[in-house]
């Protein structure tokens, strides 16, 4: 994953010093190109020689010190850097980056960077849990930088806390992380995919509906997840408390007919739809128009069906790949492969919800997903984001066109 990349490693003055040197070998070992700013006070730790001995490049460490004059040091280093780590991150730095104080090479070019910028901090356990370092943190977060937590355990002040710099291969596997996300983003782009998710309402009266468990977690991990692989995702959705997952289009629905119109007039301009929404299959006959008052006997409602999505899509379905989910109680391959072929869908999620840490409103699912050439892909008990992630895995390649004996 690192392999090519540019990294620009902006270390700053503390004890940590001598770990950002052994980050500088493990990176360039693992086939990074990886360039350093030092500030003044991270000189006194460690020569700058060290690096650039380790790194094979010049090391940077003042603005003014135009290495080639053709070009503007910390300028052009801004716009090399695939990434920028800061590490380690003193609350000094923390607090110039958090307030645009751009008094030194590293400060200056982290202003000037649009790359992607981790933080990793290092200091003694109060200064870490100051307000002031912890309020220069949250808004740096919300400027998008991303940090690396420091660990716990004995710091060079003799105090033991919270402030160890993470350890070079821990800062390492973050990146990987990233670059290989970074990666997938590319694997969706340009595809339609909705997405719907949780429950229907089916009104009977003005206080009174019909409606069931679920809380919209699944769909939303699917929509959160399909936007970070690049799609264009319109998430439909039933009322639930989440928020929006980044960069998804969210549209909400309160009936199984509103979602009916909704889907319907996106579906023939869709790539993909994932039908995770638990959608009434009986909605009262009649709707009350005034609140129903309470009788002495018994109230019979009257039910009537409502449309199957799905099954509609399923009709007028031409190259867009279905998926459907099944929530099921008992017999849950032969109902769920039932639903696939009844629905002519492309693949079935099937989960058992009367299985612990499977189903409706937890974090959680287990899931077995049956695609119509007969094979099944029975997953472990996962975060619903992992699940979704390991769907859309089994999707992707049927995107790109390859049979499913190639996946
Ligand atoms: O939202 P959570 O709390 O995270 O819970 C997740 C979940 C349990 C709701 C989810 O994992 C799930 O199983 N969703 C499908 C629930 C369901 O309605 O299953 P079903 O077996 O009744 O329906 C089969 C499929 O047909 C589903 O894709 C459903 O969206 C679709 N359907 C059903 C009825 C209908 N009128 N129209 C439909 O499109």
Redesign the pocket.
């Known amino acids: 994953m690192l392999k090519d990349k540019k990294i620009l490693l902006c270390v700053s003055g503390g004890v940590a010093v001598f770990k950002a040197a052994a980050l500088t070998s493990q990176l360039s070992q693992k086939g990074a190109t990886v360039k350093v700013i030092m500030t003044e006070s991270a000189k006194k730790f460690v020569t700058p020689l060290t690096f650039q001995a380790l790194s094979r490049q010049n090391v940077y460490d003042d603005t003014f010190d135009e290495i080639n004059p053709s070009k503007i040091a910390h300028i052009d280093l801004a716009e090399w850097a695939d990434l920028v780590l800061v590490a380690p991150a003193t609350a000094n730095m923390i607090g110039k980056l958090a307030n645009g104080i751009a008094d030194d090479m590293i400060s200056t070019t982290l202003l000037a960077t649009t790359a992607p910028v981790w933080i990793a901090p290092a200091m003694n356990g109060n200064m870490y849990n100051h307000p002031a370092v912890q309020k220069n943190m949250k808004t740096l977060t919300s400027f998008g930088y991303r940090f690396i937590e420091p660990n716990e355990g004995y710091l060079a002040c003799g105090y033991v806390g919270k402030g160890r710099l993470s350890e070079p291969l821990e800062i390492i596997s973050y990146l990987e992380q990233f670059f290989a996300e970074g990666q997938i983003e590319q694997k969706l782009k340009n595809k339609k995919i909705i997405v ?3 429950p229907t309402q089916e009104t009977i009266d003005p206080v009174r509906y019909f409606t069931n ?7 939303y991990a699917i929509a959160e997840e399909a936007a970070k692989w690049g799609a264009d995702v319109t998430l439909i959705s039933g009322p639930t408390n989440l928020p929006t997952p980044q960069h998804v289009h969210r549209v909400d629905t309160k009936t ?1 007919q509103d979602m009916y119109d909704e889907v319907l007039k996106r579906y023939s301009d869709c790539d993909v739809v994932i ?7 009986y909605r009262p006959k009649n709707i009350f128009t005034e609140k129903m008052k309470k009788q002495p006997n018994d109230w019979v409602v009257e039910m009537e069906r ?6 509609t899509l399923g009709e007028k379905k031409e190259d867009q790949i279905l998926v ?5 109680t008992e017999r849950v391959e032969e109902y769920a492969r039932g ?1 696939m072929e009844r ?1 002519n869908l492309d693949m079935i ?1 099937a ?1 058992n ?1 009367a299985e612990a840490g499977s ?4 974090d959680t ?1 287990i ?1 077995t997903i049956y695609k119509k050439d007969g094979s099944s892909l029975p997953l472990p008990l996962l975060s ?1 984001n992992e699940v979704a992630k390991r769907l859309l895995m089994e999707i992707e390649p049927l995107l790109e066109g390859k049979s499913y004996n190639d996946c």
């Open positions: 719907t998710a949780g468990r679920s809380s919209g977690k699944m769909g199984a039908k995770a929404a638990a959608v009434a299959d409502t449309k199957d999505i799905l099954a459907g989910f099944a929530a099921e639903k629905k999620v989960n919800v189903g409706f409103q937890g699912n899931v619903k």
